[in-house]
């Protein structure tokens, strides 16, 4: 009866684990024509973010396969980031992954090394090679 018991739990961890994982990938929404993919956190308003606009954001980065944070506008000592959008200023994940966005608005890309930093990675953050990653950006401002 135990061995039955022990089998019918680890059926159910199972179906709970594909359930999970069916959910958290029907809430991102693919970028078209780009394999970044993106879940909009909180709702903002106003301007949208458009290609040639200057956006002010806070964000935070980590290394997708291990969690481990590279970088955050929130830290200590570090400030919001401005950059110029859409035009290729910054990795193509979040560059693509950030027009659409209103002021106010959150979104936590999950970006594929190709739209990252690629086969060499970005070794002085710890960024592996081909390593995926995922920023929580929030936009300040769009100018």
């Given at each position: ?23 958290s ?6 970028l ?7 879940e ?10 458009e290609?040639g ?33 859409g ?32 086969e060499?990675?970005?070794?002085a953050?710890?960024i ?5 990653l ?6 300040l401002?769009?100018?």
């Amino acid at each position: 009866e135990k061995g039955n018991t022990d089998s019918k739990m680890q059926t159910f961890r199972v179906f709970l684990l594909l359930l999970l994982l069916t959910v958290s990938a029907a809430e991102l929404a693919k970028l078209d024509k780009f394999d970044t993919q993106f879940e909009t956190k909180k709702e903002g308003s106003g301007a949208v973010v458009e290609k040639g606009n200057t956006v002010t954001v806070h964000a935070t980065g980590t290394v997708k396969e291990t969690g481990k944070k590279f970088w955050s506008t929130k830290d200590p000592g570090q400030q919001s980031f401005t950059y110029q959008a859409g035009v290729g200023k910054v990795i193509v994940g979040w560059d693509q992954g950030c027009l659409g966005m209103k002021v106010g608005e959150v979104r936590e890309l999950h970006i594929p090394p190709h739209e990252g930093y690629g086969e060499r990675g970005f070794p002085a953050w710890g960024i592996p090679p081909n390593g995926g990653l995922v920023f929580e950006i929030e936009v300040l401002a769009i100018k």
